[in-house]
């Protein structure tokens, strides 16, 4: 079994609070300003795990890869912390355990730091043999959802790649 573990950390120029409020209080509005998502709609079905987590699960439709399942595990408003489990209609049955953790950190009042963490399981021959193309594959799309996310922390505004998506889906 091999093991998928991206862990990536960027700066944000911009507070702490704002930075958390796109992705934690707005969890399920990430279609709004990530690429490759489509759209993102509330799971009824799955309790919240806090009081205070705006929902206990999403479902997105993703570019390429159908319409994904994610969870609430973990969420705490006061450390600015969200981790979710993710299943897709496409993702291949090799990936197990898919979570995405999340962490924003105060640096001072105009800047902060997210820690990302993306991690699965890579099981049987295909996840062995498959396992250096997935890590690439998932680095790349994880800098895409990170730069993303930041740009939109920053300045409100989508990222000019996730506008060209809007801009080709609407024709």
Request: aromatic fraction near 12%; proline fraction near 2%; glycine fraction near 8%.
């Amino acid at each position: 079994m091999s093991k998928l573990d991206i862990k990536k950390t960027i700066e944000v120029k911009t507070n702490a609070f704002k930075t958390w409020d796109v992705i934690g209080p707005n969890f399920l509005n990430i279609s709004d300003w990530a690429r490759g998502v489509y759209k993102s709609w509330n799971n009824e079905s799955v309790q919240k795990i806090k009081e205070n987590a705006p929902a206990g699960g999403r479902y997105c439709d993703l570019a390429g890869f159908g319409k994904f399942d994610e969870r609430i595990i973990h969420f705490d408003e006061e450390k600015y912390e969200i981790t979710w489990s993710a299943r897709g209609e496409k993702l291949p049955t090799f990936i197990l355990g898919l979570q995405n953790a999340l962490n924003v950190e105060k640096i001072d009042e105009y800047r902060c730091r997210i820690t990302a963490n993306i991690s699965a399981d890579l099981i049987g021959v295909k996840g062995f043999l498959m396992s250096s193309f997935i890590k690439k594959n998932f680095s790349k799309t994880f800098d895409g959802f990170l730069h993303d996310w930041k740009t939109y922390a920053e300045t409100g505004q989508i990222s000019e790649t996730k506008q060209r998506e809007l801009n080709k889906k609407s024709k």
